[in-house]
């Protein structure tokens, strides 16, 4: 894959990331990252070589966490503090664990190279993710060490099961 084409994918998903927190932050409103979230999953699908391995491994990931997600807010294990809500999380986690899954089909396919990096960065930058929504005031974590050992052990095994299963399928 061209070097222009990960820096334009990675560019999609910063940018999405930050209009979803920054539309909250700046405008209490939902729809810059919906919107803009909505438009980069688009245009990376068009532009995705193969569709059916795209579709894939972007629903895969973005169910699973999506999921995760939802269960640890309906634990109180943390909460979200935004404008409008879909289920127990913030809408624009519709477009954005979907559009940080497109990630994992044109960028990250590198790491299948240097599994325990991956597995290291994994374990280390999700939680730390999550964690900078507090200092912003979009996150409440109600029990911290309990977050943070989920996130590790989730963030690990997302990692894990992408490298060993989801990116050895092949779709012809």
Same mark, same amino acid.
């Given at each position: 894959?061209?070097?222009?084409?990960?820096?334009?994918?990675?560019?999609?998903?910063?940018?999405?990331?930050?209009?979803?927190?920054?539309?909250?932050?700046?405008? @209490?409103?939902?729809?810059?990252?919906?919107?803009?979230?909505?438009?980069?999953?688009?245009?990376?699908?068009? @532009?995705? @070589?193969?569709?059916?391995?795209?579709?894939?491994? %972007?629903?895969?990931?973005?169910?699973?966490?999506?999921?995760?997600?939802? #269960?640890? %807010?309906?634990? /109180?294990?943390?909460?979200?503090? =935004?404008?409008?809500? *879909?289920? *127990?999380?913030?809408?624009?986690?519709? =477009?954005?664990?979907?559009?940080?899954?497109?990630?994992?089909?044109? =960028?990250? %396919?590198?790491?299948? @190279?240097? /599994? *325990?990096?991956?597995?290291? $960065?994994?374990?280390?930058?999700?939680?730390?993710?999550?964690?900078?929504? +507090?200092?912003?005031?979009?996150?409440?974590?109600?029990? $911290?060490?309990?977050?943070?050992?989920?996130?590790? #052990?989730?963030? +690990?095994?997302?990692?894990?099961?992408?490298?060993?299963? $989801? #990116?050895?399928?092949?779709?012809?």
């Amino acid at each position: 894959m061209s070097k222009i084409k990960i820096i334009l994918i990675l560019s999609g998903y910063q940018l999405t990331w930050l209009m979803c927190i920054f539309g909250e932050l700046i405008y @209490n409103s939902f729809l810059p990252g919906l919107i803009f979230g909505l438009g980069f999953f688009l245009l990376s699908f068009l @532009n995705s @070589n193969n569709k059916k391995k795209f579709t894939f491994i %972007v629903l895969s990931i973005a169910i699973i966490g999506y999921i995760f997600d939802s #269960i640890l %807010v309906f634990l /109180k294990i943390y909460n979200f503090d =935004v404008s409008l809500y *879909f289920g *127990f999380l913030p809408i624009w986690m519709l =477009v954005l664990w979907p559009s940080f899954s497109i990630l994992f089909d044109e =960028v990250f %396919v590198f790491l299948t @190279n240097y /599994k *325990f990096l991956a597995l290291f $960065l994994s374990g280390s930058l999700g939680p730390l993710t999550y964690y900078s929504g +507090v200092p912003l005031g979009l996150i409440e974590m109600n029990q $911290l060490y309990l977050f943070i050992f989920l996130m590790i #052990i989730f963030w +690990v095994s997302l990692m894990y099961l992408y490298l060993n299963y $989801l #990116i050895k399928f092949k779709f012809d």
